[in-house]
């Protein structure tokens, strides 16, 4: 069965979580009292789901089997829509294509897919908005997975839209919820995020559009041999590049794009796991390392990417340290690590780049839904009100452990590997960004095991009170009594004197997760030679295959202490679980700068959007709109009235007046005929 | 100097631009009836001199103007009754005849 | 017509016609704009007699200034106002203006046309031609003139009779009025009411 494997098939990975989602959808046609059982609907969905794990697990099988493991197996186009005018000809074309890199995200999109929807069976329970999370999760997964099959810019394109749609849905999934002080709303974090991520999107259509206008082409391997044979010019290469560059930011959360990642942790946990952890945020590093030919082929939009993703990495690690709210130290370090694959990228290492993401995704996203688990005990994502949790929930304690260890790059675990092989790449490259590679991986052990110590170790200091656990109604920081939902019957009501550890369903996938976070490192391991590098280096043309670097003991073995070095500086602030020497003291400008997260969000929000955009801008198209549109309007009817008044005065009612008018006009009309019998 | 059948149009011209003034220029409705009348008198002069100075056609008898004339008056008379008895009951609810005052319907 | 006779009549009573009818506009008083009514009747029953129209003048006189001015006469006194007199409205310059016009185009068809006009020879007795004329040739205009006369008779009357003479009447002339005088009325049937209860 892995030999080879139909086109349909492959179709039907994508197929069956929308046919999930439609069903599902189709659930609120039929009236309330006989719908389907909510319980049912998240069954139905996971199965699909696990059909479509396993048909990609097929893939991944046969893509490894090829002649050439990697090696792309294209099917072939299907002309959605075709416009001809005159010479030029544009069609819409619908297209797979599968090459190694492909097969792994298949596999990586669905298999974390279906853990979060196992999860959530648990998380969600009782949420009202049960049957309509998991219709938008499908919808979420399809257009996800038709993003990484597509072989033309088109249907990425479309794709990538429908992700951020779902993005948009999923985090204001609790839309009633008021903003918690201090927080936004779910309803202006879903906003902010479609918007954050719109401004990149801008500059990725006009790459696109523009790369059509001189290619005539939206296939991607056409493009791939169009930019390497340099066959359009380098500035339209590096504006295609910069461009692609830019819609890419914005999804992967690059700074200056960046600011709705932290908001986004509004949604529910689960979806944070999956769409900024895993799936969503690592689409831009996709779309770069699937035009890593044209990258390239530009110098100066390579550079561009590493820039920036060092950038990003720096600034997301420096606010890591200084938050407060689990999920927020989780999702700044998904901006910083996000900023590392770009770096890799941008350092010509597409293989590092890639393995990053593929280790990311499983570590974080256990990581993230470990913190879920924590939330469903204590009803906070508060560090300063959690503690000593390692003695009531040990499996979430250990897999978190497990998973800060990988991300801070200790070996053997995933995260050291991959990270190794990016400082690597950077350091024979530019030594001044592998120095802030190190400097970041310092900071990420730091900022990580803080985390762990505040939250698992100490004393437990009572979290926050109101339900304890029974879905969705625990989550006291997250939802509110818009959601006073009974328990699901997992377990018995509140205690909420002591947590507890979580359900199977949820703690199986944290399990089940912890596999890879410790042992995915070694399908790209010096001493395996490398397959998983070769894997993915098929998805790109011979000439750009470049042998991996050796490995190089002492980068390793530098970041390895730099590791232990943060764990150590880490436990020596927080040991025992308490704040002993609060950062706030320790450094306090920075620690100001850290904690407005560079006062980014006043500047976007007040300074441009407030004052060049709403003051300038559109104060004047709203003059113009109320004056000139509206006057001409209003001026219109004024003009019939006024004339009206006028014509109206004929109305006399006196009869005279009238046999006045028939009179003369009678008179008019002889004279006229008379003179013109005259001549 | 003879009298021919323009004098006689001419002065009924006159007399029919006349009663038109008196009937577009006059306040009360009763003078209005009286231009009115006018104009119809100057009409019956028309058709009388037209009687007694053109030859008509065969068949038809040597005084049609005349018996035309006849009905005007009667249909005249007849015109004069009703409107001034119209006047009369306008009169009875409005207090007034002066039609700058009667130019609605409603009361 | 030649002769000096006709001339002179026919310039007289012209003069006298149209000057009367000038009149009617330039006299101040009701009463006396009725009387110059009169007196252009007059005049025209006299160019009538110059256009060899006995009949007609006889009947002209008769009807027109007999009666309808008679008529007239009544209906100004029926409808006493102390203040319009015989004054004009807004209109008496647009007024003048169209009139112009209008007399001013057919004295130029009158003077411009050619009418081909036929000396004639003596005239019949006209009486007995009308006569004739009537009860043969023009019967059924003749009964039918007859019945608008009657129904002139009748219209006239129904129009004048006032509401107090008839019930019906009054019930139809209370309720034409009692959109604006339901108010007036309820509020005395209110008053009434009020006065009984009060006892």
């Known amino acids: 069965m892995f030999d080879s494997i139909n086109e349909f098939q492959v179709w039907l990975i994508y197929l069956l979580p929308l046919a999930s989602c439609l069903l599902i959808a189709a659930q609120y046609v039929i ?161 902010k995020a479609f918007i954050v991520t719109r401004a990149g999107d801008v500059g990725f259509l006009i790459a696109i559009l523009l790369i059509w206008t001189r290619t005539h082409t939206f296939n991607i391997l056409e493009i791939q041999e169009i930019a390497e044979a340099h066959r359009i010019p380098d500035h339209i290469i590096t504006l295609f590049a910069l461009g692609v560059f830019a819609g890419a930011a914005g999804k992967s959360a690059q700074f200056p794009l960046h600011t709705w990642l932290p908001d986004a942790m509004e949604g529910p946990t689960p979806v944070s796991a999956l769409i900024h952890a895993a799936t969503m945020v690592a689409a831009g590093v996709y779309l770069v390392a699937r035009l890593f030919p044209v990258y390239e082929a530009s110098e100066q939009a390579m550079d561009v990417v590493a820039i920036i993703g060092a950038i990003t990495a720096l600034v997301a690690a420096t606010m890591g340290l200084v938050m407060r709210d689990l999920k927020r130290v989780l999702a700044y370090s998904t901006i910083s690590q996000l900023g590392y694959m770009m770096l890799a990228l941008g350092v010509g290492g597409l293989v590092a780049g890639i393995f ?102 100490g004393e437990y200091r009572g979290g926050e009170p109101g339900g304890g656990h029974g879905g969705a109604s625990a989550h006291g920081d997250e939802s509110h009594d818009a959601h006073a939902q009974p328990d699901g019957g997992a377990h018995a009501p509140a205690h909420h004197a002591m947590p507890h550890e979580s359900p199977l369903v949820m703690w199986l996938p944290l399990a089940i997760l912890a596999v890879p976070s410790i042992l995915s490192g070694l399908v790209n391991a010096p001493f395996f030679h490398h397959p998983f590098g070769d894997f993915i280096l098929q998805s790109v043309p011979e000439t750009l295959r470049h042998e991996p670097h050796p490995f190089n003991w002492g980068i390793a073995i530098s970041s390895s202490v730099l590791a232990v070095l943060g764990i150590a500086f880490a436990a020596l602030l927080y040991a025992g679980g308490r704040v002993r020497v609060p950062l706030s003291l320790l450094a306090r400008p920075f620690y100001v700068l850290f904690s407005h997260k560079y006062f980014l969000d006043e500047l976007y929000e007040r300074a441009i959007v407030g004052g060049i955009l709403y003051q300038g801008v559109w104060r004047l198209a709203a003059w113009f709109d109320a004056t000139v549109v509206d006057g001409a309007v209003n001026g219109v009817a004024r003009f019939t009235r006024g004339a009206s008044a006028i014509m109206r005065r004929a109305q006399t009612g006196s009869e005279q007046s009238y046999g006045l008018m028939l009179t003369g006009g009678a008179a008019l009309m002889v004279l006229f005929l008379f003179i013109t019998a005259l001549r | 100097m003879s009298v021919s059948l323009e004098h006689y149009l001419v002065v009924s011209a006159v007399l029919f631009g006349i009663g038109l003034w008196i009937a577009l220029a006059k306040r009360n409705a009763i003078i209005i009836l009286m231009g009115i009348e006018l104009m119809l008198n100057a009409v019956n002069l028309t058709l009388v001199a037209f009687n007694r100075f053109v030859t008509l056609a065969d068949g038809r008898p040597a005084l049609a103007g005349h018996v035309f004339v006849i009905f005007v008056i009667t249909v005249a008379a007849a015109e004069a009754a009703v409107a001034l008895a119209l006047a009369v009951s306008v009169y009875r609810t409005r207090s007034t005849v002066d039609i700058e005052q009667i130019d609605l319907l409603k009361r | 017509m030649d002769g000096f006779g006709v001339t002179a009549a026919f310039w007289g009573l012209s003069a006298l016609a149209v000057g009367s009818a000038l009149g009617i506009m330039l006299a101040r008083s009701l009463l006396h704009a009725v009387l110059w009514l009169i007196l252009a009747f007059a005049g025209l029953a006299g160019l009538f007699v110059t256009l060899s129209a006995d009949f007609v003048a006889v009947a002209q006189v008769l009807v027109y200034a007999g009666a309808v001015g008679v008529l007239v006469v009544f209906a100004i006194m029926l409808t006493p106002n102390s203040q319009t007199g015989n004054s004009e409205t807004r209109m008496v310059g647009p007024g003048l203006f169209v009139a112009s016009v209008v007399s001013g185009i057919m004295v130029y068809i009158a003077t411009q046309t050619d009418w081909s006009t036929a000396a004639r020879g003596d005239f019949p007795a006209t009486a007995l031609e009308i006569g004739t004329a009537l009860t043969n040739r023009y019967l059924l205009p003749f009964e039918v003139a007859s019945v608008l006369l009657i129904a002139a008779m009748v219209g006239a009357i129904v129009l004048v009779r006032a509401a107090r003479d008839e019930p019906e009447r009054r019930e139809l002339a209370g309720e034409g009025e009692g959109e604006v005088n339901t108010a007036e009325a309820a509020g005395r049937e209110v008053v009434a009411a009020g006065s009984h209860g009060g006892h």
């Not at chain 1, 002309?79 to 090459?99: E, K, M, Q, T």
Request: glycine letters at 8%.
């Open chain 1, 356 to 457: 990053h993401l593929m280790n990311h995704a499983f570590f974080k996203a256990m990581l993230f839904l470990g913190s879920g688990s924590v939330n469903h005990g204590t009803n906070t994502f508060d560090m300063h009100k959690m503690g000593g949790l390692r003695r009531y929930m040990p499996i979430t304690f250990a897999t978190f452990v497990i998973g800060s260890l990988s991300l801070a790059g200790i070996p053997p675990l995933s995260g050291f590997w991959s990270k190794d092989e990016i400082l690597v790449d950077a350091w024979y490259e530019n030594k001044l960004l592998f120095a802030a590679a190190l400097t970041v991986a310092f900071m990420t052990a730091f900022y990580m095991f803080r985390a762990v110590f505040l939250t698992f170790f």
């Open chain 1, 31 to 191: 009236p309330a009292p006989i719908r389907p059982n909510p319980r049912s609907l998240s069954t139905l969905s996971i199965l699909l789901m696990a059909g479509s794990f396993l048909l990609a697990l097929q893939t991944l099988g046969v893509v490894m089997n090829a002649a050439e493991p990697g090696q792309m197996v294209g099917f072939g186009e299907h002309r959605w829509l075709s416009i001809a005018a005159g010479d030029i000809h544009l069609d819409v074309p619908i297209g797979i294509r599968l090459d190694g890199l492909t097969a792994v995200m298949l596999v990586v999109v669905t298999a974390v897919a279906l853990l979060v929807q196992f999860y959530s069976q648990g998380y969600m329970a009782g949420d009202p908005g049960y049957p309509r999370y998991y219709a938008f999760l499908s919808l979420f997964t399809t257009s996800m997975l038709g993003l990484v099959l597509a072989d033309n810019m088109l249907m990425l394109f479309m794709h990538w839209e429908l992700v951020g749609l779902c993005s948009y849905l999923l985090i204001g999934f609790w839309f009633a919820n008021p903003a918690r002080p201090g927080y936004t709303s779910p309803a202006a974090a879903a906003k």
